[in-house]
């Protein structure tokens, strides 16, 4: 019941998430650390401890060689599992409202959210696991770029990291930061750090957030509509946003931000089409409400709904760098977001059009050798992914986008 109203009382205040400020390796699917799961399972349990789990802040270095904060939470010891159990473990990360009163926090990454809300959580599937098995070295199990994180209040705070071992036959759903069927939890382990989380909480901008969200969902429909064809699945991924938002609005504000919502994607849609629309007026009234953060996460958004139908457009591409630049934002930043959709991509058309400054982050201002020395880091960048991508159509698209750079030095020869 505590839990329950619990939730009651945060959603009443409202919600707003932290887009990114910076991508560069997020979305780390697999747990990562010294070797794999099963590279550090150990058979031999005499004298292995029982499970134990810390968390530390390290300096994550960034392709482009900036470093950001990493949260790591990692463990070592005995697994938990009695007998031979289908395991899933969930971390959830929490931090105190004024009250005293545990909060879930939130993230900006899809790859980092659960299923059905933007609450924070690293769910790892690890398989069947058979009884005294364990870690004997300190292994990753979850973890998050702290500038991704946000919690009802901002500044230093210490936040509550919480690891629950479950087992994935009862059900390994997470809502709000707690297991849905508390019968399938095997254990749960505890661990607390601080962390200086930037920008304002949720709960300290709701009523900023309820004004930006139709705001996001206008800038995505112009971009769905960018090439003259608003796919059904670009339409699909917009409303499924909308009632992903709609979880973490507060109580008496939900109705209100879900017909916003709505009315700014039949508005916008009928402006795009007629050629009224006014991007500007939509970036300006964004950068009047939102913070860096916030414009990261609505430039997500764009290239979320530009991926939804396989391709990447010239125009649908085109629009996101003008609206990106309109918020002021960080064409390198925005570019390890784009290189994490476009993977998906059919770039086949792009490759081969005038998009090609677009598609590979290319300034047309730079210089000759500035250009070429942007294309040797997309060449070592993508060259690289080729052995890391494992399905075929991603091969077949990194491919494309080494055929892409190729061509591009030709046009500078």
Same mark, same amino acid.
């Given at each position: 019941?505590?839990?329950?109203?619990?939730?009651?009382?945060?959603?009443?205040?409202?919600?707003?998430?932290?887009?990114?400020?910076? /991508?560069?390796?997020?979305?780390?699917?697999?747990?990562?650390?010294?070797?794999?799961?099963?590279?550090?399972?150990?058979?031999?349990?005499?004298?292995?401890?029982?499970?134990?789990?810390?968390?530390?802040?390290?300096?994550?270095?960034?392709?482009?060689?900036?470093?950001?904060?990493?949260?790591?939470?990692?463990?070592?010891?005995?697994?938990?599992?009695?007998?031979?159990?289908?395991?899933?473990?969930?971390?959830?990360?929490?931090?105190?409202?004024?009250?005293?009163?545990?909060?879930?926090?939130?993230?900006?990454?899809?790859?980092?959210?659960?299923?059905?809300?933007?609450?924070? /959580?690293?769910?790892?599937?690890?398989?069947?696991?058979?009884?005294?098995?364990?870690?004997?070295?300190?292994?990753?199990?979850?973890?998050?770029?702290?500038?991704?994180?946000?919690?009802?209040?901002?500044?230093?705070?210490?936040?509550?990291?919480?690891?629950?071992?479950?087992?994935?036959?009862?059900?390994?759903?997470?809502?709000?930061?707690?297991?849905?069927?508390?019968?399938?939890?095997?254990?749960?382990?505890?661990?607390?750090?601080?962390?200086?989380?930037?920008?304002?909480?949720?709960?300290?901008?709701?009523?900023?957030?309820?004004?930006?969200?139709?705001?996001?969902?206008?800038?995505?429909?112009?971009?769905?509509?960018?090439?003259?064809?608003? /796919?059904?699945?670009?339409?699909?991924?917009?409303?499924?946003?909308?009632?992903?938002?709609?979880?973490?609005?507060?109580?008496?504000?939900?109705?209100?931000?879900?017909?916003?919502?709505?009315?700014?994607?039949?508005?916008?849609?009928?402006?795009?089409?007629?050629?009224?629309?006014?991007?500007?007026?939509?970036?300006?009234?964004?950068?009047?409400?939102?913070?860096?953060?916030?414009?990261?996460?609505?430039?997500?958004?764009?290239?979320?709904?530009?991926?939804?139908?396989?391709?990447?457009?010239?125009?649908?591409?085109?629009?996101?760098?003008?609206?990106?630049?309109?918020?002021?934002?960080?064409?390198?930043?925005?570019?390890?977001?784009?290189?994490?959709?476009?993977?998906?991509?059919?770039?086949?058309?792009?490759?081969?059009?005038?998009?090609?400054?677009?598609?590979?982050?290319?300034?047309?201002?730079?210089?000759?050798?500035?250009?070429?020395?942007?294309?040797?880091?997309?060449?070592?960048?993508?060259?690289?992914?080729?052995?890391?991508?494992?399905?075929?159509?991603?091969?077949?698209?990194?491919?494309?986008?080494?055929? /892409?750079?190729?061509?591009?030095?030709?046009?500078?020869?």
């Amino acid at each position: 019941m505590e839990v329950i109203l619990l939730i009651i009382v945060w959603l009443f205040f409202g919600w707003i998430i932290k887009a990114i400020k910076t /991508a560069g390796k997020a979305g780390l699917d697999t747990v990562q650390g010294k070797g794999s799961f099963t590279d550090n399972f150990k058979s031999d349990w005499k004298g292995m401890e029982s499970l134990q789990i810390k968390a530390e802040i390290v300096q994550q270095e960034l392709e482009d060689g900036k470093s950001v904060p990493l949260l790591e939470c990692k463990i070592k010891g005995l697994l938990p599992n009695t007998s031979a159990t289908h395991m899933t473990s969930v971390l959830s990360i929490f931090t105190k409202d004024k009250d005293g009163k545990w909060m879930p926090v939130t993230s900006a990454l899809d790859s980092w959210q659960e299923d059905e809300t933007p609450v924070y /959580a690293h769910k790892q599937d690890m398989g069947y696991m058979q009884p005294n098995m364990g870690f004997r070295d300190w292994i990753m199990i979850g973890n998050a770029f702290t500038q991704t994180l946000t919690p009802g209040w901002s500044g230093r705070q210490t936040a509550k990291c919480v690891l629950y071992i479950l087992d994935k036959s009862l059900g390994d759903e997470v809502r709000f930061g707690f297991p849905s069927n508390q019968s399938a939890v095997i254990d749960v382990y505890e661990t607390t750090i601080t962390i200086d989380f930037e920008g304002q909480g949720y709960i300290e901008a709701s009523e900023n957030e309820a004004d930006l969200k139709p705001l996001a969902v206008s800038l995505a429909v112009a971009v769905a509509n960018a090439d003259g064809d608003f /796919a059904d699945s670009e339409g699909f991924f917009i409303k499924n946003w909308i009632k992903k938002q709609l979880t973490m609005v507060a109580d008496h504000r939900v109705d209100r931000v879900k017909e916003q919502c709505n009315q700014a994607m039949q508005e916008t849609y009928q402006q795009s089409a007629a050629g009224e629309l006014s991007i500007s007026s939509l970036t300006s009234k964004i950068n009047e409400l939102a913070g860096e953060a916030d414009k990261y996460e609505i430039i997500e958004l764009c290239l979320d709904v530009m991926a939804a139908d396989g391709e990447a457009d010239e125009s649908e591409m085109d629009l996101i760098w003008k609206i990106a630049s309109s918020l002021g934002l960080d064409k390198a930043e925005v570019n390890k977001i784009k290189d994490k959709k476009i993977v998906t991509l059919n770039v086949s058309g792009s490759a081969q059009s005038d998009s090609l400054n677009q598609l590979l982050g290319i300034d047309p201002n730079w210089t000759v050798e500035e250009k070429k020395k942007h294309l040797n880091k997309e060449f070592s960048k993508w060259n690289s992914r080729l052995h890391t991508v494992t399905d075929q159509a991603g091969k077949e698209n990194v491919q494309r986008m080494l055929d /892409a750079i190729s061509e591009a030095r030709k046009q500078l020869s």
